[in-house]
């Protein structure tokens, strides 16, 4: 589905992605750790074409994307969700869920019709917005959202866009218990014709949803595998909790 | 469903009443109550409401402020003068001309501006209106320098004469119901919705798909060629046209138009063509120093309703609701 081939890169003389080669199998949840400063946003820029690699190849579908603008990896197949806010803060949950949908399923240049009449786009809104159980604020402005309710949004516009890629940056970062909760459940009820390829922190989260790890460490891979396998990794551990005494 | 029921649920239909029944008067009060000098100002502010509409469609809506939309409007009017002068036509050909003209205009430069966002954007687009301004005041042989070129004659529409002065208001309030219809059709369309999006976030519109610099350029292109329009009505209007078309003068003076009536919304910039040129016609009578009102009243918008004239009024009615 997804493959990076020794992607890296560096700005200046700090390293941030060192030669990292992945491989997203269809239907896995891939999920990527590592402490901070790790460049795990960084490669998920790369992916999703807002940074382009020094030097290595990305594959979407077995195509070479690596110089596609961001859009043109949006159109194959690949979307994402960003950690900081970029929504469109002054429009509802509704509009900013339907552009998602527009985007993959709309025509962006009819200036003719209403956006009333578009019913397929419409309804795959509204479907995404379902997944997420996001209908008792989907009136409401983005701006004024709290911020657990701005994660989910994040996910129903990326899901609004049929992907057959999904990539999560820090899906539930900031979320109280309950919110957290919920968003395993969502993530869990997602169709495996979805690859998820997702940065996460919450430990709990990593185990309850991935089944396949990678570990970052100053931009490097230094584990990946079955989250058992990567769990007992003696080099994982070190970092993770400091080399044994 | 009674009839109050009906329009408290659809407030679309009420103001769509509201214009059915108020237009016939608003537009045709103006000819039963005035005549000469009124007729001319209101057509003058027509006139420069459409080009105010095609700034507020980048403006308010695409988030793209254009210090330099005069380009489009004094090429529309260059453009339609000279063709119907220097070759001959009829003024008509020439004002398709002007527009065609504008619309390649902004095509060329908004490839430029496009790219840009924010400062860069208002930059470039003030080069290049200040570009075509030394052009015209230079360019002697074709533009007529400094002086400027005239002898259009208004043609004839439908054996009506538009050099009788009924007729060429009502011909502009034609122009300017065209241009509020469509920009009201193309805010309601995909296209308006992406146009929103690509000023709310344009690193979020790329990232679900959407190419943000050829939205961008179309809006462009769009603006630019109403504001050619208007440009072309504008010659009809004067039979002359001056560098000071094109000038940053006249860029600043539809950029305030804007602001103050109120971006982002249909009506605001006829609201603030209005504004601007009545306070223009009445101060200008007294005093030469008319632009420190029109100064003093543009600080006194921006502290009390930045969202201008027509947001202020819609804020008030809104809390007024809620009491």
């Not at chain 2, 003068?81 to 908004?110: C, E, F, M, N, Q």
Request: glycine residues 12%.
């Amino acid at each position: 589905m997804l493959r990076l081939e020794n992607v890296s890169k560096a700005f200046g003389s700090l390293v941030v992605s060192n030669a990292v080669t992945l491989d997203v199998t269809p239907g896995q949840r891939h999920t990527i750790i590592g402490p901070n400063g790790a460049g795990k946003t960084t490669l998920i820029n790369q992916i999703g074409g807002q940074l382009s690699p020094d030097r290595g190849k990305i594959f979407l579908h077995g195509r070479e994307i690596t110089r596609l603008s961001a859009p043109l990896r949006a159109q194959a197949g690949l979307a994402r969700t960003f950690q900081k806010n970029t929504l469109f803060q002054a429009l509802s949950v509704f509009e900013n869920v339907r552009l998602g949908a527009q985007a993959a399923h709309g025509r962006t240049y009819d200036m003719f019709r209403s956006w009333r009449n578009d019913t397929r786009v419409l309804g795959l809104a509204e479907q995404a917005i379902e997944q997420m159980n996001l209908g008792r604020i989907a009136a409401q402005p983005v701006g004024k959202l709290s911020y657990g309710d701005l994660r989910q949004v994040e996910v129903a516009v990326a899901l609004a866009t049929s992907p057959t890629v999904l990539l999560l940056d820090e899906p539930t970062s900031g979320l109280s218990p309950s919110e957290t909760a919920r968003m395993i459940d969502v993530l869990h009820a997602l169709p495996r014709e979805i690859s998820i390829l997702m940065i996460e922190h919450d430990m709990e989260v990593v185990f309850s949803i991935a089944d396949h790890i990678t570990v970052l460490y100053y931009g490097e891979v230094i584990a990946s595998g079955a989250p058992r396998a990567v769990a007992d990794d003696p080099r994982v551990q070190e970092v993770y909790l400091g080399a044994p005494q | 469903m009674t009839t109050a029921t009906f329009f408290t649920k659809w407030p679309a239909a009420r103001g769509f009443a509201f214009v059915a029944v108020l237009l016939p008067f608003v537009v045709l009060s103006p000819l039963a109550l005035l005549s000469g000098y009124g007729l001319d100002v209101i057509t003058e502010i027509m006139i420069f409401a459409i080009v105010a509409v095609s700034l507020n469609l980048i403006l308010g809506y695409g988030g793209m402020v254009s210090f330099g939309h005069a380009a489009f409007f004094g090429l529309g009017a260059y453009a339609t003068v000279l063709i119907s002068t220097r070759y001959d036509v009829s003024p008509w050909l020439g004002l398709a001309g002007g527009v065609a003209t504008a619309t390649v205009a902004a095509v060329v430069i908004g490839a430029f501006c496009v790219r840009l966002g924010g400062v860069g954007f208002f930059m470039m687009s003030l080069a290049f209106a200040q570009l075509l301004n030394s052009g015209a005041i230079k360019w002697r042989p074709l533009t007529g320098g400094s002086d400027g070129v005239g002898g259009l004659l208004r043609p004839d529409l439908f054996g009506f004469d538009l050099a009788d002065a009924d007729v060429m208001y009502l011909f502009t309030a034609a122009c300017l119901a065209g241009a509020l219809l469509f920009m009201r059709m193309v805010i309601a369309s995909p296209f308006g919705h992406v146009l929103v999006g690509t000023r709310e976030s344009s690193l979020r519109m790329q990232a679900i798909g959407y190419q943000t610099r050829h939205i961008r350029l179309a809006a462009f292109a769009l603006s630019g060629a109403i504001a050619g329009l208007s440009g072309g009505v504008y010659a009809f209007y004067n039979g002359f046209v001056s560098p000071d078309a094109l000038s940053f003068g006249t860029s600043g003076m539809i950029l305030l138009m804007v602001i103050l009536g109120g971006k982002g919304s249909l009506l605001g910039p006829v609201l603030g063509a209005g504004l601007f040129l009545s306070v223009k016609n009445v101060v200008s009578t007294h005093t030469s120093h008319w632009l420190l009102i029109v100064g003093c009243i543009f600080v006194a918008c921006v502290m009390v309703c930045p969202e201008g004239i027509l947001g202020f009024a819609k804020k008030l009615s809104r809390s007024g609701e809620r009491r």
